[in-house]
């Protein structure tokens, strides 16, 4: 009796690494198709694949990279088009993104370190 409920339990513990894989794999084909239906202004389409990337990541716990993030609007999930569906701009040292839905996504741009002299006379040389 206690083997039949070992049984109906199904798979337990840590995803194997080629699941994850496939997994990572799926995520970017389906990103890449998101954008070639927002290129051809099949939004309803880019919006269903971003989803299906997310509950991918979510089913296999992998997160997606930052640039990936970037294209998903966190708020309604809908893929993100530059001029489209998406206001960007540029303001005292940060990437302001406004979603159609009304979201906003500030991103930090990083300030290049000054250079010291040394490392100036080491580029002169």
């Known amino acids: 009796m206690v083997e039949d409920k070992k049984e109906k339990r199904g798979r337990r513990g840590r995803r194997t690494k080629w ?4 997994a990572r ?10 954008e070639e239906a927002a290129k051809e202004g099949r939004m309803e389409d880019a ?14 716990n992998i997160r997606l990279t930052p640039f990936q993030k970037r294209f998903i609007c966190k708020e309604c999930g809908a ?12 303001s005292r040292g940060k ?14 741009l990083k ?15």
């Not at 794999?25 to 998101?34: G, H, S, T």
């Not at 990437?95 to 930090?108: D, E, K, L, M, Y």
């Not at 300030?111 to 040389?125: A, G, H, I, V, Y």
């Open 79 to 90: 893929y993100l088009v530059p001029g489209v569906n998406l206001h960007v701009r540029i």
């Open 95 to 108: 990437i302001i993104s406004t979603c159609a839905c009304g979201a906003v996504t500030r991103i930090h």
């Open 19 to 22: 699941m994850e894989d496939i």
């Open 25 to 34: 794999e799926r995520i970017k084909i389906l990103l890449n198709e998101a």
């Open 47 to 60: 919006e269903r694949y971003a989803q299906l990337a997310r509950a991918i990541g979510m089913r296999y």
């Open 111 to 125: 300030k290049r370190k000054k250079e010291t002299n040394q490392e100036n006379e080491q580029l002169k040389k």
